[in-house]
């Protein structure tokens, strides 16, 4: 069966701080990966979505960048942390059916990222 | 332009009550799916249901239910015999592209 795993569970970090959230996928092959973010008391905002290795589409300009180095680990990064980034992460694995309509996305288990 | 639109920010309900969560859409696509989860304050999101654009047949799950009408682009979720454990923040979604996107949810309180 298929798992996804995120982490860390929570994270604090200074402003100006880098980052780096990892998350991997198990049990599938290219599969589309995304990140989402949920401020406090938010709907889901997608961040970026991957649907394969080294391709990355970016929603919302900002400070943060992803990266797939392999198929089924994808990784959020940023150099520098602002306050505003702080929020609830999390990623997501889904696949394509009939070749160009994703089935439902899974989700891991999130990190609640504080910046200081 | 594509979007979920929850209008219902915030719900409460007495337990044992009946609850409705509305979802409308928009979309372009012709062939699409869509979705609801449930964030219980875990966070995690758990998948509900998915349905397919050309099936607009209901379904029943235990407790929950879904209605799929494409003339009024809505996809409602009703619990019947709310119980406690039904509190969370549900989510409507649907695909578009390569992406997935999701209405900004709707948080349910079930009193007991």
């Known amino acids: 069966s298929q798992t996804i795993h995120q982490w860390p569970a929570t994270l604090v970090q200074p402003v100006g701080s880098p980052l780096s959230l990892e998350c991997t996928v198990e049990?599938?092959?290219?599969?589309?990966l995304y990140w989402y973010r949920q401020a406090a008391g938010r709907g889901l905002q997608l961040l970026f979505y991957?649907?394969?290795?080294?391709?990355i589409s970016s929603e919302v300009p900002q400070n943060l960048s992803a990266s797939r180095p392999q198929d089924r680990q994808f990784i959020l990064s940023s150099k520098k942390l602002l306050l505003s980034d702080s929020g609830f992460y999390l990623c997501?694995?889904?696949?394509?059916?009939?070749?160009?309509?994703?089935?439902?996305?899974?989700f891991g288990q999130g990190t609640r990222l504080t910046v200081v | 332009a594509q979007k979920v639109t929850q209008a219902q920010t915030e719900i409460s309900v007495v337990e044992k009550e009946d609850v409705t969560l509305d979802c409308v859409y928009e979309?372009?696509?012709?062939?699409?799916?869509l979705f609801w989860y449930k964030q219980p304050p875990s966070g995690e999101l758990v998948f509900l249901i998915r349905?397919?654009?050309?099936?607009?047949q209901n379904e029943i799950s235990g407790r929950y239910s879904w209605n799929f009408q494409k003339s009024t682009s809505s996809f409602n979720f009703t619990i019947t015999a709310s119980q406690v454990v039904d509190s969370a923040v549900y989510f409507c979604?649907?695909?578009?592209?390569?992406?997935?996107?999701f209405g900004k949810g709707t948080r349910l309180h079930i009193l007991p």
């Open positions: 991957s649907v394969g290795i080294g391709q």
């Open positions: 979604a649907l695909t578009r592209d390569d992406k997935i996107i």
């Open positions: 979309t372009r696509d012709t062939t699409y799916y």
């Open positions: 049990g599938t092959s290219n599969p589309n």
């Open positions: 349905r397919n654009s050309f099936d607009e």
């Open positions: 997501a694995w889904s696949t394509t059916l009939t070749g160009y309509i994703n089935t439902e996305a899974f």
